[in-house]
């Protein structure tokens, strides 16, 4: 057994958990439930956006604790100071450290940033939940759902105002995946059976993804050179969360990696005008 099928088949376990306890009703009767979405689509394309999707994450099952000092609602304003474009907030507790009050948090901290609910998502309740505890966008993962998994989930999660983030790891996923009722594709560069990342994986896919789709990179992204190489291929965001949480000052991390990258697009656009 992969370690994305222990995650998998805890997570229903979970879900199971939790509909015993809140009902369809109750999330539909949260005070968060109805609030007007930001789009993450619309933050990522917008005119001078870092296309930055900023994430919280405490752990991860590869590199166990990463950072479990920092507060979420202050991490996440700094993000946003700093030029996030949109936010990430892990709510997978057993395998990342993350909570639903994670996501309350951040979204009272920032009330008009984007916020993508990132966990393993195998149940139309889970996006109740997300749009209760309230999330503009969730995570649906290619590797633990079928086809038509992706296409139910996505067009429950339009119903509900929501944006999808479809993540993939290879071009069968990808091409068996694709519908018109997800709005970003990311594609992850950590093998979420192995563990090993590749941004080469990302290199690979991106001419296979419809100019339609935003284009997101996801895992690995350490530094500007490497964001570089990824936005010259077409992709238009970035996910990055352990290079900043890894730090003492996550905020600060990423104003010095905008800093770092926006002087490496000049050099990257001034060497092409020579050549």
Not at 93 to 113: K, M, V, Y
């Amino acid at each position: 057994m992969t370690i994305l099928d222990t995650i998998v088949a805890r997570k229903w376990e979970e879900v199971s958990t939790r509909k015993a306890a809140v009902s369809d009703e109750d999330l539909r009767n949260m005070p968060l439930f109805d609030r007007s979405v930001n789009s993450a689509r619309a933050a990522i394309l917008a005119a001078g956006s870092t296309g930055v999707i900023s994430e919280f994450k405490r752990k991860s099952p590869s590199k166990g604790i990463i950072n479990d000092r920092v507060d979420v609602a202050a991490t996440t304003r700094g993000y946003v100071a700093a030029g996030a474009a949109v936010l990430s907030v892990l709510t997978d507790e057993p395998f990342f450290g993350g909570t639903p009050a994670d996501l309350q948090a951040a979204r009272a901290a920032n009330p008009h940033t984007p916020i993508l609910r990132k966990d393993f998502v195998v149940d139309a309740y889970q996006l109740l939940e997300a749009k209760a505890w309230g999330a503009d966008l969730v995570l649906l993962i290619a590797s633990c759902l079928t086809p038509d998994q992706v296409r139910s989930l996505s067009e429950f999660a339009h119903e509900l105002g929501m944006e999808v983030l479809l993540e993939v790891h290879d071009a069968e996923e990808l091409q068996r995946s694709l519908c018109d009722t997800v709005d970003l594709i990311g594609v992850n560069n950590r093998n979420l059976k192995t563990f090993v990342t590749d941004i080469d994986t990302s290199v690979r896919l991106a001419t296979l993804i419809p100019d339609r789709f935003v284009k997101v990179t996801e895992s690995g992204l350490y530094d500007a050179e490497t964001m570089v190489q990824l936005h010259e291929v077409g992709y238009q965001a970035f996910l990055i969360g352990e290079a900043f949480m890894k730090t003492d000052d996550p905020a600060t991390a990423l104003r010095q990696l905008m800093t770092d990258y926006s002087e490496q697009l000049v050099t990257s656009k001034n060497t092409h005008q020579i050549v």
